[in-house]
């Protein structure tokens, strides 16, 4: 039971490049959240998804997309990088409903030159 | 729109000391409390949650209290030990459409002093 996987787990973009985060979950939740943490300023939700199907926006949704690919995926896509854009990039999981522990994956640690 | 303040940013205790951590946050309709600890380099872990019927959960030396008239939660580490050091992070959560929806704190790096 590997949890919560993310790739890549380091990665260097130049400005204008794309790319695209992925993330996978083996513990049938229903819930994947992708964050975004910079020093200073803790953990902040870039987009959701409640159940397969569907996505909905968090606190910092600008400059990415997302894809809710099945059950167990959850990919963050970067279309054209911008260096405020680095920092490390957390996928998490949870249980349907409220008031569920959220499990992370291992982070993504991207930087944009 | 709705924020989580945390405080201290910084704190550094003598080990065996107790150590608090305290939260406030604007959303009244928050219903669930969840403290996360991240060691260096690590991912975020809970260690202890609480939920808005709920006023304080204890968990061996950690425990949480809550007061939602005040919009205020703590968290409280007794007998406080070199593994404890790490960046805690107190959250607030509302339910939309079936997600959690968290709010962050910006964290608070506790040092435990041998």
């Known amino acids: 039971n590997a949890g919560v996987t993310q790739t890549p787990k380091f990665q260097v973009l130049k400005t204008g490049q794309s790319m695209t985060l992925q993330c996978a979950q083996d513990m049938n939740h229903n819930s994947m959240y992708w964050y975004r943490q910079d020093p200073g300023m803790g953990l902040r939700l870039i987009y959701y998804s409640a159940s397969e199907g569907t996505t909905d926006k968090g606190e910092v949704p600008n400059g990415y997309n997302v894809s809710r690919l099945n059950k167990r995926e959850f990919s963050l896509r970067l279309e054209s990088a911008a260096p405020s854009q680095t920092s490390v990039y957390f996928c998490?999981?949870?249980?349907?409903?409220?008031?569920?522990?959220?499990?992370f994956g291992p982070g993504t640690r991207l930087t944009v030159t | 729109g709705e924020n989580v303040e945390q405080h201290p940013s910084t704190l550094s205790v003598q080990e065996g000391d107790s150590a608090v951590i305290k939260c406030t946050y604007s959303d009244s309709a928050s219903n669930y409390f969840p403290w996360y600890k991240q060691e260096l380099g690590k991912r975020p872990q809970l260690i202890i949650d609480i939920r808005s019927n709920v006023g304080e959960k204890k968990d061996q030396r950690i425990a949480v209290t809550l007061n939602k008239t005040a919009k205020h939660f703590s968290l409280h580490i007794t007998e406080t030990q070199p593994e404890d050091s790490a960046v805690y992070f107190c959250?607030?959560?509302?339910?939309?459409?079936?997600?959690?929806?968290?709010?962050f704190g910006s964290g608070t790096r506790l040092s435990i002093r041998p």
């Open positions: 998490a999981s949870s249980e349907a409903g409220g008031q569920r522990e959220q499990y």
């Open positions: 959250a607030a959560t509302r339910t939309y459409s079936s997600a959690s929806k968290i709010i």
